[in-house]
């Protein structure tokens, strides 16, 4: 199976020299860019699979970057990597189009976690952010249902009390290994515990799982 390609989105070389360390062989990083000008030369010319973004970049920051390739390249994938974690430019980024926001304190561990998971079509954020990326999907989607009583909601009665657990987790958006650290569980057993989720919830993602916990007020 080929490796996802990544694109490197930063103005600090030194961070961009780190970040490119730590996804190691995981991944191949196509290409490095230090503002929005070369970053949307190099992505239009790599269509990478995946774009590691900053949100502050010389030239229009993130979002500038988006907004000039999303629609002309629908396959590759954005997930912001910052050190801020204010809201407006979580909220920016996301209605940009981004399918995450993770902040620098990640781990390596998580981070490549995060790029292939973004990969592959799920949306993924730091767990503190969760109410941030809600408000953008409040914002820039549809309408949301009238929120449901969570005591006589069927979806949530067909879950055992430990898979209510994981749920709410994923619904915030803790990493499978997050998760087994607070439930004190293994990380194959919380994908156990996700997969029965989302089947029972007859949901097929991340993204569908938190729109449906919020408008449940089970976040």
């Known amino acids: 199976m080929s490796r996802t390609r990544v694109f490197l989105v ?9 970040v ?30 995946v774009v590691l973004l900053d949100v502050h970049l010389p030239g229009g920051g993130g979002h500038a ?23 407006e430019d979580v909220i920016a980024v996301i209605r940009a189009g981004a399918r995450g926001y ?13 790029v292939r998971r973004v990969a592959e079509g799920d949306v993924v954020f730091s ?17 949301p249902a009238p929120a449901a009583d969570p005591a006589t909601d069927p979806g949530l009665d067909l879950l055992s009390a430990r898979e209510r657990e994981v749920m709410q987790l994923l619904a915030r958006g803790y990493t499978y290994r997050e998760i087994g ?7 194959k057993t919380v ?9 029972k919830l007859q949901l097929s993602n991340r993204n569908e799982l938190t729109r449906w916990a919020a408008t449940n007020r089970l976040l």
């Open 10 to 18: 930063d103005d600090h070389a030194m961070v961009r020299a780190g």
């Open 20 to 49: 490119r360390a730590e996804l190691g062989d995981d991944v191949d990083v196509v290409g490095e860019a230090a503002d929005v000008a070369t970053a949307v030369t190099g992505i239009r010319e790599t269509a990478p699979d």
């Open 65 to 87: 970057v988006l907004q000039s390739l999303r629609a002309e390249l629908p396959g590759t994938r954005w997930l912001a990597l910052s050190v801020s974690d204010a809201a």
């Open 102 to 114: 993770v902040t620098k304190t990640i781990s390596g561990a998580d981070l490549r976690d995060a």
């Open 127 to 143: 767990p503190r952010l969760a109410g941030f990326v809600l408000d953008a999907f409040a914002a820039t989607g549809p309408a």
């Open 181 to 187: 650290g607070r439930l004190f569980i293994s990380v």
């Open 191 to 199: 994908e156990s515990h996700a997969s029965n989720v989302l089947r």
